[in-house]
């Protein structure tokens, strides 16, 4: 099959390893990482958790070209008597059977352990002490083995940890056991690389991690870059990004290159909100990989993740995989069967212009010196005909196939003897594509785009395909001067908890509001009861403590904006007085201080008001009349002291991700 590894592949691998582990030890700083490997092709897999069948893993694993996996060997595994270090039979035969394989081990040395600082992240002298002896005795364990070893999997996010420290792993206890651990797996194996912790919670965090300092004690940064779940949720919305996080890294190297990882990215299939059909998490893949050869400081991306961890349609962790959870491979398998050896052997030569932002056709160039070409089109519907034209003497033949379809032989030569009068091309060939990459291999040195052409197939118009937007809820502002509709917020259904010991009733979080309107302005008031006010933030950030977070979308003209426009505001009440910040803005408006709003916010004991007059041309809504329909969405923030802990919500769209379809609808009666 195409994009099997076999063993002139995995000599590649090893040979690109090398040169990857001969580059600078001594840290991630500016021109350490010229010889780090082109790219890897990877997956996680839980074989730590004991799951999957380890040989027919790894069998489906080669067959699709995947290089490397990820996995784990928790402290609290290893450890499980105080000062008592043993590995776990299972870590070490699936390392074994893994590297006999020809796949190559990323291990994450992770997770806390109960018999330091209480189970919570390892901060206290002893706690850093144990963690880096953990790591010690892994690394030795694993010597001549395994290479790549990544210090911890989602800091930020608090995976693997008990539910009452998610959310809670600072930076700079991080940066503190990174600057101690890296050393020392150092001194036991000098040819390992090490990965920083992987950032699940954005970019802003990671850059808190460079003003630390943690390019000093690591080789390789890595991040998590999930976004099926919101509005930019492509592989050319990542592909923005991930421009913007190098941007951000050379800041802190001198304008250096710094590599990086993504060790986890993927679209799972489930059904309800934030699922993606299989068909287009498999196109999502392939153009995801090929989009990243074309940023050379990406050096590998580690598929989250390889097998399905259960049965349930509706639960994202069992659907995120390539496989079923008995193996049957899913579109995404067959995708990166079909783009791996181009993205792990070929590096990439250009972009071809073809006249459209949306039209993607990306040069590579094997080492042999044949070239590849891959086609695909962003729109999310209809057929798009791409034509090549060859300006070479002889066009020879050239290899074309759709990503996880196989491969035929074409000759060049068009006719479009639908069209009356229409020539013969001998040096053109066309294609008809969507989202699935297709990939064409042969001499393309002289290949240019003569043309685009588009072919409506609106597969949207099919009956099983009608997507309706039903709003999360529905309600009423009513004109100034006339009695107020007051909605509630406190039922047990509107409350988002971010902790475990979140709100245990009203008493500790409660709120509603009402709305009211003129031509002109869109009034708003929100009550919120709240046992514990804490509101200690400032500008961009007072949305992690007390406060209110607000969102619209005009539906109304001619003018509707596209349903990925809205816009969002913070609004608090802040040590220096009432606040309105606009975080997003439906108009393009850059993000500041919002003064044409008015607002008045009075805290009485557990009780504060926010009166907000919001002038419908600073929240880019049209004039308001009886009958006209917008979306509005309302957070009521809770942050008790430390960290925003929980928040009530009447629509969605705002805290779970920013996606203004899942707003409610407010009418003007």
Known sequence: MRGQLGSVGWLAVCLGLAAWLGAGSAGAVAGEYTGMPPFVTGACTHFGQGKGLLDANLSLFTQAGIMAIRDEAYWGGVEQEKGKLVMPESYLTYIDRAVAAGVMPLTILDYANRFYDGGDYPRSAEAVEGFARYCEFVVTAGKGKVRLYQVWNEWDGGCGMPKQFHGKGDPESYVKLLRVVYPRIKAIDPAVIVISNSVCHGDAYLESLMKLGMLECCDVVSLHTYNYNGLDRTPEDWLVRMKGVDEMLRRYSGGAEVPLVVTEMGWPTHVPRGGTDPEESGSFLARLYLLARTLP??????????????????????????????????????????????????????????????????????????????????????????????????????????????????????????????????????????????????????????????????????????????????????????????????????????????????????????????????????????????????????????????????????????????????????????????????????????????????????????????????????????????????LVNDNDGGERKAYLHWGDGIGGGKNPLLYSMLGME
């Not at 580690?302 to 097998?307: A, K």
């Not at 491979?329 to 006249?355: T, Y």
């Not at 072919?455 to 009695?483: C, D, I, Q, W, Y």
């Open 297 to 634: 400081y990406i050096k590998g991306i580690w598929w989250y993740d390889f097998q399905d961890d259960g049965w349930d349609p509706e639960e994202n962790e069992n659907n995120f995989g390539m496989v079923r959870a008995d193996l049957t491979p899913k579109p995404s398998w067959f995708a990166m069967a079909g783009v791996s050896e181009l993205v792990r052997n070929a590096e990439f030569v250009e972009r071809l212009d073809a006249g459209d932002p949306n039209v993607w056709v990306l040069r590579y160039r094997y080492v042999d010196g044949r070239q590849a070409l891959a086609v695909w089109i962003a729109y999310p519907d209809d057929d798009w005909q791409v034509a090549l034209r060859n300006a070479a003497a002889t066009p020879a033949p050239v290899k074309v196939w759709r990503v996880g379809d196989r491969a035929l032989d074409r000759a060049w030569g068009t006719r479009r003897w639908y069209e009356k009068g229409a020539p013969t091309a001998p040096d053109t060939l066309e294609l008809t594509v969507r989202g699935r990459p297709w990939i064409i291999e042969g001499d393309l040195a002289a290949v240019t785009v003569a043309g685009l052409t588009r072919r409506e197939f609106p597969e949207a118009m099919r009956p099983k395909n009608v997507v309706l937007h039903v709003p999360g809820g529905a309600g009423s502002a009513t004109v100034v001067g006339a009695p107020v509709r007051e909605y509630a917020m406190g039922d047990e259904r509107n409350c988002r908890r971010l902790v475990e010991t979140a709100r245990k009733d009203v008493s500790d979080l409660d709120a509603s509001f009402h709305v009211t309107y003129d031509r002109d302005r869109l009034m708003v008031t929100v009550t919120v009861t709240d046992d514990a006010f804490c509101q200690t933030f400032a500008g961009e950030d007072t949305w992690k403590g007390d406060g209110i977070q607000i969102a619209f979308q005009a539906f109304a003209g001619d003018d509707m904006p596209p349903s990925t426009a809205y816009t969002e505001l913070d609004v608090a009440l802040t040590a220096t007085g009432p606040f309105v910040y606009r975080r997003h803005a439906q108009s393009g408006a850059e993000p500041g201080l919002l003064p044409a709003v008015q607002l008045q916010a009075n805290r009485d004991g557990t009780r504060v008001v926010y009166e907000l007059v919001l002038p419908v041309a600073a929240v880019d809504l049209p004039p308001l009349v009886r009958g006209t329909v917008i979306g509005f969405s309302l």
